[in-house]
């Protein structure tokens, strides 16, 4: 069952680590990043961000269903680097789950425009997030779980 689902291109961090996991009482984290997965350095990195007491694990985006399935019978908390994978994922999860979007950090860059706060995207990355919400899911903006719910 997914207890938080997060697009943060930070994926696995102390924010994300400490106060998400507990917020959302996860047994695993799952990380869907192609870079991530495919760079042993970086996720090294991120397993060591991960809580103590909860799995992790960093995965291509491609290989979400297949994990997923591993563990759906755990709380799971899934962390999405970017909208795009985020749309093609929820799609997999359309009418098997429901739950709502947080929308975490995005870094700014060439092409983005700031939406809110820290989250900046890209023309392909805000349709992506029409997507999601065209899938039937919300999309809420939240930095910390004690933070203001904002529905995006």
Same mark, same amino acid.
């Given at each position: 069952?997914?207890?938080?689902?997060?697009?943060?291109?930070?994926?696995?961090?102390?924010?994300?680590?400490?106060?998400?996991?507990?917020?959302?009482n996860?047994?695993?984290?799952?990380?869907?990043?192609?870079?991530?997965? !495919?760079?042993?350095l970086? #996720?090294m990195?991120?397993?060591?961000? @991960?809580? *103590? +007491?909860?799995?992790?694990?960093?995965?291509d985006?491609?290989?979400f269903?297949?994990?997923?399935?591993?563990?759906?019978?755990s709380?799971?908390?899934?962390?999405?680097?970017?909208?795009?994978?985020?749309?093609?994922?929820?799609?997999?999860?359309?009418?098997?789950?429901?739950?709502?979007i !947080?929308?975490?950090?995005? #870094?700014?860059?060439?092409?983005?425009? @700031?939406? *809110? +706060?820290?989250?900046?995207?890209?023309?392909?990355?805000?349709?992506?997030?029409?997507?999601?919400?065209?899938?039937?899911?919300?999309i809420?903006?939240?930095?910390?779980?004690?933070?203001?719910?904002?529905?995006?």
């Amino acid at each position: 069952m997914i207890s938080l689902f997060r697009i943060d291109d930070r994926l696995i961090h102390g924010q994300v680590a400490m106060a998400w996991s507990k917020a959302a009482n996860a047994d695993i984290i799952i990380a869907v990043d192609k870079t991530a997965a !495919n760079d042993q350095l970086q #996720k090294m990195a991120l397993l060591l961000a @991960k809580p *103590s +007491g909860v799995e992790a694990r960093i995965i291509d985006p491609k290989a979400f269903a297949k994990t997923y399935q591993e563990v759906k019978e755990s709380k799971v908390m899934v962390v999405v680097g970017n909208p795009i994978d985020a749309s093609k994922i929820v799609k997999e999860l359309k009418g098997k789950e429901n739950f709502d979007i !947080n929308l975490g950090n995005l #870094k700014s860059g060439d092409n983005k425009e @700031k939406i *809110s +706060g820290s989250i900046y995207v890209t023309q392909e990355e805000k349709l992506a997030l029409e997507e999601i919400k065209k899938d039937g899911f919300k999309i809420y903006i939240q930095g910390t779980p004690t933070s203001k719910k904002d529905f995006y």
